[in-house]
C-alpha cells in the first residue's frame, strides 16, 4: 500500500513537474538563457560565407546573419549579455556537433535540401548558387557538352558531384571523374592541369577564380548542372521556438535594407584578408527571395516573379 | 542529443544512382581490399630486399638500407602521398608531368606506390630483426659448410627470419589496411572515403560511419585469422616459433 502511494506521488510530482515547464522555455533557447552563450559554428574556408582572416577570427556573409541573430535572441530572452562563443566544424562535424549541442547554428554555405530536413532544420535562405564549371580559358571550353570525354575534378560528397555523375550518364559523355577531398583541391586540379574544368557551386568558383595567382586566365561556364538551389543557415530540428526567433530575425534583416547592404559588403566589395572582390552582383532570384524569405529546400520555388 | 537515427538507410537508393547505400560502401570496401593488397605486396618486396641489405656483411648497402627506412618512416604517411601526388609531377619535365596528371585512376597507383614504400620501410626494420635474431651460430654454420651469402640467406636465414616475425608481420598487413584510408586526401574515394559522401548526401552521419567501421573490423578479422591459419601451418615443430 505504501508503496502504490509512493508511485502515485512521485507520477503527480511528475505531472506537476511538466506541466510548470511547458510553461517555460524549452530547446535552445532554455540552454542558452541557462549558459548564458551561443555557439556558433563556422568553417574554416567557405569564402566569403564562413572563414577565418588574418587573425584567425571568423568572419563572412553568413557569420555576420547570425551575429544578427544572436542579437534577436538577446532581445528576446531578455538577456543583458549574451556570450557568442564560435567553434570550427566541417562537412563531416557539422551534424553530429549541432545535434550533440555543441553549436547552436551552423552559418556556411550548406544546401538546404529535402534529404537534409529529415535530420536539421534551416532558417530563410540566404543565397541561391547554381552548379557550373570553371576551365582555363586557353582550354576553350564553353558548354558541358564540350567536357565530352575529358577529365572533370569535383568534390566528393557534394551535391556537385551527384548533378556531374548525372548529366555525365543522362548525356551519355564519357567524362572521367576524378573526385577530390575538398573544393580547394578540386580547384587546384584544374590549376596544375589534372582536370581541364572543376564542378562547383559557382560562388566558390568565383570564389578561386579571384583568389588564384592569374585570376583572367580562367573562366566560369554560363551553362550550368543545376537550377540555382538555396544555401540556408542550419539549426536544429524539432525546436520550433528558437527557429521562430531565427526566421524572425532573419526575415527582418533580409527585408531590411540591411540586407542588401551586408550583401554588397561581402560580394560586391573588397573583403578581407586578400583584397579579393567577387564582383557577383545580387541576382534576381535572391532578390525577391530576400523581399519574401522562405526555407524552401525546393529549387523551384525561387523564381523571380 | 537531438538526432533521427535511422539504420534502415544502407537500403535505400544512393542518389549516385548506382544501387543502394550499402552498395556504395561495399564498393567503397573493394577498393580498399585492392589498394591495401597492391600496397602490400610492394611493402613485402621493397622492404625484404632493404631489411636484408641492412643485415649484409657489405657496409654501403647496409647504409642504403639505413637511408631508406630513415626517410620512408620519418615522414608522415600524408606528406608522402601529397608529395608523390602533387610535388612530383611538377619537378619532372613537362611532358612526364602532364602524363603523370592525366594517367587515369591516378590516385589509385599514387596510393598503391606511397602506402607500399612507406609500409616496406617497416617491413624492412621487422625483417632485419629477424635476420639479427637468429644465432651468430647458424650464418657462422652454413659459411662453414661452404654456402655463399646469397644461399645462406635462401636457404638458411630467412626461411627461419620470416617465421619469426610473422606476428609483427600481420600486424604491418593491418596498418596497411588502415592506411589507406589517408588516400582519400588525393581523391581516391575508397571505404572512408564512401563512408563521408555517404553522410553528406544522407545526413546520417553515424549510421555512414558506423558501417565503414564495422567493415574494417571485419576485413582486419579475416585478415588475423588468416593469417593467424598461416602461421600455423608453416610452423617447423621444435623451433621457436612452432610447437
Given at each position: 500500500m505504501k508503496c502504490l502511494r509512493m508511485v502515485g506521488l512521485v507520477i503527480g510530482a511528475a505531472f506537476c513537474a511538466a506541466q510548470a515547464n511547458s510553461e517555460e522555455l524549452t530547446g535552445t533557447l532554455k540552454k542558452i538563457k541557462e549558459t548564458g552563450a551561443i555557439t556558433i559554428g563556422y568553417r574554416?574556408?567557405?569564402?566569403?560565407?564562413s572563414y577565418l582572416d588574418d587573425n584567425q577570427k571568423p568572419i563572412g556573409f553568413a557569420i555576420d546573419i547570425c551575429l544578427a541573430i544572436v542579437d534577436a535572441v538577446k532581445k528576446d530572452l531578455k538577456l543583458d549579455k549574451l556570450a557568442v562563443e564560435f567553434n570550427p566544424v566541417t562537412s563531416s562535424t557539422r551534424i553530429p556537433l549541432l545535434a550533440n549541442g555543441t553549436i547552436d547554428l551552423e552559418c556556411g554555405s550548406t544546401t538546404n535540401n529535402a534529404d537534409r530536413l529529415k535530420q536539421v532544420a534551416f532558417t530563410n535562405t540566404h543565397f541561391l548558387t547554381a552548379t557550373r564549371f570553371v576551365s582555363k580559358k586557353?582550354?576553350?571550353?564553353?558548354?558541358?557538352?564540350?567536357?565530352?570525354g575529358k577529365s572533370v575534378a569535383s568534390t566528393s560528397g557534394t551535391t556537385n558531384i551527384k548533378q556531374l555523375t548525372e548529366a555525365n550518364a543522362a548525356r551519355s559523355l564519357g567524362i572521367n571523374i576524378i573526385p577530390a577531398k575538398e573544393h580547394a583541391e578540386s580547384f587546384l586540379m584544374v590549376e596544375t592541369d589534372r582536370a581541364v574544368a572543376a564542378v562547383l557551386d559557382d560562388v566558390l568558383l568565383a570564389s578561386f577564380v579571384a583568389g588564384?595567382?592569374?585570376?583572367?586566365a580562367y573562366v566560369i561556364s554560363t551553362?550550368?548542372?543545376?537550377k540555382p538551389e538555396p544555401y540556408g543557415i542550419m539549426l536544429r530540428k524539432d525546436d520550433p521556438d528558437f527557429k521562430k526567433v531565427v526566421d524572425a530575425a532573419t526575415a527582418a534583416l533580409y527585408q531590411s535594407a540591411d540586407g542588401q547592404k551586408l550583401y554588397d559588403k561581402w560580394f560586391m566589395q573588397k573583403i578581407p584578408p586578400?583584397?579579393?572582390?567577387?564582383n557577383t552582383p545580387i541576382g534576381a532570384e535572391l532578390k525577391h527571395e530576400f523581399s519574401k524569405p522562405s526555407d524552401s529546400p525546393d529549387p523551384d520555388s525561387y523564381k523571380a516573379m | 542529443m537531438n538526432y533521427h537515427w535511422n539504420w534502415s538507410i544502407f537500403f535505400e537508393p544512393a542518389?549516385?544512382?548506382?544501387?543502394?547505400y550499402l552498395d556504395m560502401l561495399l564498393s567503397g570496401l573493394l577498393l580498399t581490399i585492392e589498394t591495401s593488397l597492391c600496397a602490400w605486396i610492394i611493402a613485402l618486396v621493397f622492404g625484404a630486399v632493404v631489411g636484408v641489405m641492412r643485415t649484409l656483411p657489405s657496409k654501403a648497402a647496409s647504409r642504403i638500407g639505413f637511408a631508406y627506412v630513415e626517410f620512408f618512416r620519418n615522414m608522415p604517411l600524408l606528406v608522402q602521398l601529397f608529395i608523390w601526388f602533387f610535388v612530383l609531377p611538377e619537378i619532372v619535365p613537362q611532358d612526364w608531368g602532364l602524363w603523370l596528371k592525366q594517367m587515369p585512376h591516378a590516385p589509385f597507383y599514387t596510393a598503391v606506390i606511397g602506402i607500399g614504400l612507406f609500409m616496406s620501410a617497416r617491413v624492412a626494420e621487422q625483417t632485419r630483426a629477424g635476420v639479427n635474431s637468429l644465432p651468430r651460430g647458424q650464418k657462422m654454420a652454413a659459411t662453414a659448410l661452404g654456402l655463399t651469402t646469397a644461399q645462406t640467406y635462401r636457404y638458411v636465414l630467412l626461411p627461419m627470419a620470416f617465421r619469426i616475425i610473422m606476428p609483427p608481420l600481420t600486424s604491418e598487413f593491418l596498418s596497411t589496411i588502415k592506411n589507406t584510408s589517408v588516400a582519400i586526401t588525393i581523391g581516391l574515394i575508397e571505404l572512408t572515403g564512401e563512408a563521408r559522401a555517404m553522410q553528406e548526401f544522407s545526413f546520417q552521419v553515424f549510421e555512414a560511419f558506423t558501417g565503414a567501421t564495422v567493415l574494417y573490423l571485419l576485413i582486419n578479422i579475416v585478415v588475423v585469422v588468416a593469417m593467424r591459419f598461416l602461421e600455423r601451418s608453416i610452423a617447423i615443430p621444435g623451433y621457436i616459433t612452432g610447437k
Open positions: 574554416d574556408s567557405s569564402i566569403p560565407f586557353s582550354s576553350k571550353l564553353g558548354s558541358i557538352e564540350d567536357l565530352k588564384s595567382k592569374d585570376p583572367g551553362d550550368a548542372f543545376s586578400k583584397g579579393l572582390n567577387l | 542518389p549516385n544512382g548506382t544501387g543502394t
